[in-house]
């Protein structure tokens, strides 16, 4: 996850980028069983782009978090004014990251929770009780809520196990890598990245009448995204869409 001077309460063991783990956990917070995260194998190949069932309510960037990333992250959130105190903007909803190394749950959460799918989120979940208890009080009530929901941290704990990856033995201990979400407001039409590590949603601008998430505004910025990092392999993204009818 991305370096922050904040200091931590909690920390949870991170998830590994698996479409398969994120769409179990994303089940088992309160996303319908019909939506689902795949891999998006390209950025530029349109057969491949073609593969993915449309429209792609989503995406989750899984990237390195670099020196350089850093810094730019950093010179970037000079100029923002900190959502800190406030009430959520009313475009999107936006989950400021006071869990460790919990990336991949707020990337999650940003992606379930905004445009369409949040009008589908399972009306007696987890997910649709932390956002009914606390969302109309600020950002700050938002984070405290999911700090104290005990059976979303079971849930993320039994997802947090599964993969192929080695989970660090502390969960305090720093990964290399993190988890940002792209959605598209549903009020405006703006397309959004939410990272919970940043001060408030960044608003990337609106998007045409007839483009999804993983259209070429979106693609265009994630491509700027890795070439600014000599174009590193260790960039990966999934994409919320409608699953496979059984």
């Given amino acids: 996850m991305a370096k922050s001077a904040q200091t931590y309460s909690k920390h949870f063991i991170p998830l590994e980028s698996s479409p398969e783990i994120f769409t179990e956990l994303a089940h088992n917070l309160g996303l319908p069983a019909s939506l689902e995260f795949h891999d998006v194998l390209s950025l530029d190949d349109p057969e491949l782009l073609g593969m993915l069932p449309r429209p792609v309510y989503g995406l989750i960037l899984i990237l390195p978090t670099t020196e350089a990333y850093e810094k730019r ?3 970037e959130d000079i100029k923002l004014e900190s959502l800190q105190g406030a009430k959520q903007n009313g475009d999107v909803v936006f989950f400021t990251q006071t869990i460790n190394n919990a990336c991949g749950l707020y990337a999650i959460l940003h992606a379930v929770c905004n445009g369409p799918v949040r009008e589908r989120i399972e009306s007696d979940s987890i997910i649709a009780r932390v956002l009914s208890s606390s969302l109309a009080n600020g950002v ?3 984070a405290r809520a999911l700090e104290d929901s005990e059976e979303l941290e079971k849930a993320y704990a039994a997802a947090a196990t599964k993969g192929d990856t080695d989970a660090p033995v502390n969960a305090e201990d720093e990964v290399d890598y993190h988890y940002v979400a792209f959605v598209r407001s549903s009020k405006s039409g703006h397309l959004y990245q939410l990272d919970g590590d940043r001060k408030r949603p960044i608003d990337l601008g609106t998007l045409e009448a007839d483009e999804d998430v993983l259209g070429s505004k979106c ?5 700027n995204m890795v070439a600014l990092e000599n174009n590193n392999v ?3 993204l999934m994409a919320l869409v409608e699953g496979a009818e059984v």
Avoid at 219 to 223: A, E, G, S
């Fill in 234 to 236: 260790n960039f990966s």
């Fill in 140 to 142: 700050d009530e938002l």
């Fill in 73 to 75: 992250v950093q010179d």
């Fill in 219 to 223: 693609l265009d910025i994630i491509r």
